[in-house]
Each structure stands twice: as C-alpha cells, then as structure tokens.
C-alpha cells in the first residue's frame, strides 16, 4: 500500500502570505506511460465534505482560485497557497490515486 | 447541477448492521465510479469502497467481507450495506464521485454519522 505522509501537521500563515504544504508518498506515482503524477488536493472546510482542488499533482479544478498551485513529481508533491484569505482556512489532504486510494493525515491551516 | 444526498446513519450496536444510502442527482449513478469514504470523528479521510460503472466492486481490507456496495440504477441511487460493525467504524460516511475510473473524488455528499456503541 502507498502511504502518504503531510507536513506540517498544522500551520498558522498571516493573511496576505504563502501558505506551503507538502506530502510525500512512500513510492513513486508518476505513471511513466502518460507521465502524470497520480496526485490530489482537497479542501475541508469545518463541518464540510472535502472538496476537489487540484488533479494531476498541478492542475487547477475548474471554479479553484488560482492562488492555490499545486507542484512536484515522483514521491514530492507541494500545495501553495500564494496570498493566504481568511477563506482559505481549512484541512487539506493530499491523495494518491496510483495505487488503490490512499489520503495524507491532513495539514490544518490558521490564520496567525 | 451535480447533488449526492446520503441517508440511513445512525446509532447501532457492535455486530449490528446498517444500510447507508446516497442518492445522486444530475448526472447516473450507473455510468461513473462511486465510492465511499470516511472519515472518523476528529480524523483523516479513508477510502472504504468503490464500485466500477460495470459493476467491478472493492473494499479497503478493514472493512472486506463485512461491507458491500452496490447501486439502484433505477433509482438513481448508491448503497453501502455494513455488518458485523464495530466501534472504529464509527464515521461519517461520505460518498463521493469519481472523476473517472480510479480517479479524483470530484463530487461529495455531505455525509451521514454511523456510531457503533454499547
């Protein structure tokens, strides 16, 4: 089974700075045949169902501001958030899809 | 508009069992992956269980052999079928959307709160 594994497990970012997340899986899930990195991003907001950020380890879900980026390859992925809003304040997970499904811990987002 | 409502949680005692519902409007049920996921009390997401638009089945191995899943295509609706549960079932049970086969979660419900307790 891949495992995935977030860092931090909490931040507190000011409003107006960058917010950086990282998750690093336990083996590669860049699929050489298509060179996609079989990498997510989502967004859980308190009390809510997560929601879809980013695909493909850096493709943008429609409708997704575009101040969240997402990066990396192989086993080191990275979600950026440029100019942190105080909307921006959730859990992310990262998921690999490679293998089965497997989900990060979570990295709790405060505003500081 | 893409909508999944889930229903049928509860309170239920160890070795019970439950059938959680989700039912899908604007788009089928039938021609997507569905899975569900959940997500225990304070933490992280686990995926449970996907069913393959041609009706493939598979489950996370804490929950094979007890769980199935399955669908009313007529109904427009997704089913998660739970026995002999047991107290680190207790979650909400999400279900989700595939974006295509093994693929990004790209549609959540809002989740139903399954509890096993004495």
């Known amino acids: 089974d891949i495992v995935m594994t977030q860092s931090p497990d909490s931040l507190a970012v000011s409003l107006g700075e960058r917010a950086t997340i990282t998750c690093k899986s336990s083996?590669?899930?860049?699929?050489?045949?298509?060179?996609?990195?079989?990498l997510a991003w989502y967004q859980q907001n308190p009390g809510q169902p997560p929601k879809l950020l980013i695909y493909w380890a850096s493709t943008r879900e429609s409708g997704v501001p575009d101040r969240f980026s997402g990066s990396g390859s192989g086993t080191d992925f990275t979600l950026t958030i440029s100019s942190l809003q105080a909307e921006d304040v959730a859990v992310y997970y990262c998921q690999q899809y490679y293998s089965g499904y497997s989900f990060g811990q979570g990295t709790k987002l405060e505003i500081k | 508009e893409v909508q999944l409502v889930e229903s049928g949680g509860g309170l239920v005692q160890p070795g019970g069992s439950l059938r959680l519902s989700c039912a899908a409007s604007g788009f089928t049920v039938g021609s997507n992956y569905m899975s569900w996921v959940r997500q225990a009390p304070g933490k992280g997401l686990e995926w449970v269980s996907i069913i393959y638009s041609g009706g493939n089945t598979y489950f996370a191995d804490s929950v094979k052999g007890r769980f199935t899943i399955s669908r009313d295509i007529s109904k427009n609706t997704l089913y998660l079928q739970m026995n002999s549960l047991r107290a680190e079932d207790t979650a909400v049970y999400y279900c989700?959307?595939?974006?295509?086969?093994?693929?990004?979660?790209?549609?959540w419900g809002r989740g139903t709160l399954v509890a096993v307790s004495s």
């Open positions: 989700a959307r595939n974006r295509g086969n093994w693929d990004p979660l790209d549609y």
């Open positions: 083996q590669s899930i860049l699929f050489s045949s298509n060179n996609k990195n079989y």
